[in-house]
């Protein structure tokens, strides 16, 4: 029976040099996130395991044989095939680096795919659920800046890492604009509309009861420093939970939400595109895929030929 790959045994060492090496040159050469080069990491570590698991090698020798009965276990323990596509493209990095360092002949993952799965949509807050979720006025600190934070990631379409990295200076209250980091180190601007602002503003006015005063960052937690991503998603739970919110809130169903929302509204994939930063138009068809349900739902009751027939039998028969 296979050893499962998220409990690697005790007796397997790695050589974890060229491993380091390569995420040391995306972060410092590529200037990938953090998030980023710890996905790299587990990816290739998890392989590595597996490898010495079955005294197979290091991962540098590893040819595309053996990527397949990697990719076939993995499949057959029920991991999903976007996570498989994810560690393949992991080893893709990976080989790219060796080559370019002259550590490997060739890449056996060029041209290797993982089996598909079912895509599922993203889930979305009902606008007007949403709206209703952001109209109370707060008085805590605590809860404006939770405020604040939502609305910016509503009224923006922002990334966790987007949010906390944004600085006071980044935003400019006055033309309702915004500089964000994104994926890759890809800077863009994206717009803040009136009640984001508004909610900001309030922010600002306590935030000097919290910050450290050398403090750049735009959020800031209780120790007056900048704001740290897990923070942000139990506090966003949590602000869902005390205004009655029926599911569950995290920082990237609102972005779901954005997109939606703006889609559903103006059409325009190519702006939703560059809004959310993404790089590939593919990435943003995901949302094209929740605008026609919503555009389906609409035939189905308006449209005259689209509409069930009545139960009731046919006198005319």
């Not at 923006?156 to 994104?182: F, K, Q, T, W, Y």
């Not at 702006?271 to 993404?278: F, K, M, P, S, T």
């Amino acid at each position: 029976m296979p050893t499962r790959l998220d409990t690697p045994t005790a007796q397997a060492p790695i050589e974890m040099t060229l491993i380091e090496r390569f995420l040391a040159h995306l972060a410092h050469e590529r200037r990938l996130s953090d998030h980023t080069v710890t996905a790299y990491r587990r990816d290739l570590v998890q392989i590595s395991r597996w490898l010495a698991d079955q005294d197979a090698g290091a991962l540098e020798q590893l040819d595309e044989a053996g990527i397949r009965r990697y990719t076939a276990l993995r499949h057959r323990q029920g991991v999903s095939g976007k996570t498989l596509q994810r560690e393949l493209s992991s080893l893709r990095g990976f080989y790219r680096w060796l080559l370019r360092e002259n550590q490997a002949q060739v890449n056996p993952a060029v041209g290797l795919r993982a089996p598909k799965s079912p895509r599922t949509l993203p889930r979305t807050f009902d606008t007007d659920q949403l709206s209703a979720l952001l109209n109370p006025v707060d008085e805590d600190p605590l809860m404006i800046r939770d405020t604040a934070m939502v609305e910016l990631f509503y009224s923006s379409g922002l990334r966790l890492a987007e949010l906390v990295g944004v600085d006071l200076g980044d935003i400019d209250m006055r033309e309702g604009e915004l500089g964000v980091i994104g994926k890759g180190a890809k800077s863009r601007r994206v717009p803040v509309g009136q009640k984001a602002r508004e909610a900001v503003e309030r922010w600002l006015a306590v935030r000097p009861a919290l910050a450290n005063p050398d403090e750049r960052a735009l959020f800031v937690s209780l120790r007056g420093q900048r704001i740290h991503p897990r923070t942000v998603e139990k506090r966003l739970e949590r602000w869902a939970l005390e205004r009655g919110a029926s599911q569950h809130l995290h920082p990237h169903l609102l972005r779901h939400s954005f997109a939606t929302h703006l889609l559903e509204s103006s059409g325009d994939l190519r702006a939703v595109q560059e809004l959310l930063g993404h790089t590939d138009i593919g990435t943003t068809q995901i949302y094209t895929h929740l605008d026609f349900q919503h555009l389906a739902q609409v035939y189905d009751q308006a449209h005259p030929r689209a509409r069930r027939k009545s139960s009731k039998p046919d006198d005319r028969s």
